[in-house]
Nanobody, 120 residues
Framework: QVQLVESGGGSVQAGGSLRLSCTAS????????MGWFRQAPGKEREGVAA???????SYADSVKGRFTVSQDNAKNTLYLQMNSLKPEDTAIYYC??????????????WGQGTQVTVSS
């Protein structure tokens, strides 16, 4: 069983930055693909960014060039650096881990979520 604990959410004005963190209860390097999803009110959950077990990253088109996903394996921690935030980035952000090589839309483990609110 993997427990994921997110932190770093909050409120920011448009154009600002936030960094989300997700600490796993187990060693994740080369064992789990990991990433971030988000869900805005009235919308379906969507994938934002991911790292596969080989360290390759991928991003949703809506965040490319603004968000960066990274991990510190020594700390079992996944990060999401979010720059140039827009009001449409407002959502609950969830960390996820998957035993599959690539993060799927139904990962094995979820964090509890952290709220990000961007005001115009």
């Amino acid at each position: 069983q993997v427990q994921l604990v997110e932190s770093g959410g909050g409120s920011v004005q448009a154009g600002g930055s936030l960094r989300l963190s997700c600490t796993a209860s187990v060693y994740t390097d080369n064992r789990y693909s990991m990433g971030w999803f988000r869900q805005a009110p009235g919308k379906e959950r969507e994938g934002v960014a991911a790292i596969d077990i080989n360290g390759r990253t991928s991003y949703a088109d809506s965040v490319k060039g603004r968000f960066t996903v990274s991990q510190d394996n020594a700390k079992n921690t996944l990060y999401l650096q979010m720059n140039s935030l827009k009001p449409e980035d407002t959502a609950i952000y969830y960390c996820a881990a998957d035993r599959k090589r690539i993060l799927t839309i139904s990962p094995d483990y979820w964090g509890q979520g952290t709220q990000v609110t961007v005001s115009s």
